[in-house]
């Protein structure tokens, strides 16, 4: 945050958006090279294994996130809508969430459904980017908590470019690929009230710095895994003791 | 940890000892190659930079640590004994801790002291790695917390290797090596009460295992560390934004 921006004036909502757009455009991890070789087609079988393996722990622990978020409101109107998105995540009991749909992409990468929800051979950095998520929204303000899942503003974007990608350079992914389907849906409708909600209760140019800090310290933990993807599994390639390790074969198409 | 363990037999003092030695051979960050790098004079003065600044975070966090490990103990002879550590780091007012020198050899990369200090442009992974210590020692069980310190174990070999090495390529720091002076002598003498802790407090199989699934965890945040101080300075060379950036002269040497 700039320090002088606690002297400065309210931003309008306008405003406030263009600059958390701005975050987004800058540091969202759309931009990430193991993305863009993803989408290039220039990963191999091993190496979406080793993404796919890794980011279920993000995915496991979005419902908590929210539950935290949601144990942190006194705001009954803010719980029911907040309450969604564990639905959408830990499913309903008939239909699958999001978790499971994740796993079944993993599965269809050629991973055992164990394997992944064990978690034994995730990486330790990966685990850390994903841990300081749950303390982000456990220890920082409750706007900080709620701003800092504005990163859904921009995965509608992301999530219709990799699944176009991965349909043309993995076909045999394509039936994996259902998790995203309902992400593009869901993301958007809950960005807008998570949107509309920081511009509301951030009443002070200060409480806007701190919005727009979240935000940034969200992209920094997205950005951190694929980091640490990129080195154990592109370059240099050096995947730490226990972590997953492809095999040979399957690095690369 | 092994779930067999539970119903195996307890380790003698030696044979854990054996277990733990093992962990540290495999996976302290002595194997690291950015260390190697490091010691064998390949590093540029822009990536002993980024080594120091990052590494200050570690350091800074290290007295809290320790006071948290304190905080957890109802042992008034454990409380003096650990007690040192906190005043090795913070100093004691006349002579410098360790803290304090580490901002010296900062210094002797040439970097300003308010800039390391900040740690505003400290790898978020790195920040991530560092408080999952703090989380080790805060949540986990005070066995497993004191069993985390236990790569002091191994940081004297690693400590006069990097002295040497240090001064032979780097001689413009020597100046600023006297952190690691210190730390010869202090590392042993902490280490060896943990270890005698450790191996009493033990009481079952399941606890030896977990010490020695602790003393993994720390060995995975220091090699982590340096995972991503290399993907981001090494190779491909890629700091985050916000991140430190080496002036491009100072890359190489």
Chains 1, 2 share one sequence.
């Not at 190496?47 to 144990?71: C, E, G, V």
């Not at 109107?77 to 995540?89: G, L, M, P, S």
């Not at 699958?96 to 079944?104: A, N, Y």
């Not at 998520?133 to 990799?162: G, N």
């Amino acid at each position: 945050m700039n320090p002088a921006a606690v002297t400065q004036e309210l931003l309008t909502a306008a405003e406030l958006e263009t600059r958390l757009r701005a975050v987004g455009e800058e540091r969202y991890h759309h931009r990430h090279p193991f993305h863009q070789l993803m989408h290039e087609g220039s990963l191999g079988r091993g190496q979406l294994q080793a993404w796919a393996l890794n980011r279920y722990y993000y995915q496991s622990i979005i419902p908590i996130k929210d539950a935290i978020i949601l144990s942190r409101s006194d705001d009954s109107a803010f719980r029911r809508a907040w309450r969604r998105r564990i639905v959408d995540h830990d499913g309903d009991g008939t239909r699958p969430g999001g978790i499971e749909k994740w796993i079944t992409l993993a599965q269809a990468t050629g991973l055992d459904r164990e394997r992944v929800m064990s978690t034994r051979e995730i990486l330790p950095a990966v685990r850390y980017a994903v841990d300081a998520y749950l303390h982000l929204v456990s220890r920082r303000s409750f706007l900080e908590a709620v701003a800092s899942s504005l990163t859904e503003m921009f995965s509608r974007d992301l999530i219709s470019l990799r699944v176009d990608r991965l349909r043309q350079h993995y076909p045999w992914l394509s039936d994996g690929l259902t998790y995203f389907d309902a992400r593009l849906t869901q993301a958007p409708e809950d960005a807008k009230f998570a949107l509309a909600w920081v511009t509301r209760r951030a009443g002070t140019r200060a409480e806007q710095e701190l919005a727009i800090a979240a935000l940034r310290a969200k992209c920094d933990i997205l950005w951190a895994q694929l980091d640490s993807l990129y080195f154990s599994y592109v370059a240099p390639g050096w995947p730490p003791l226990g972590a997953f390790v492809p095999q040979l074969e399957t690095m690369t198409l």
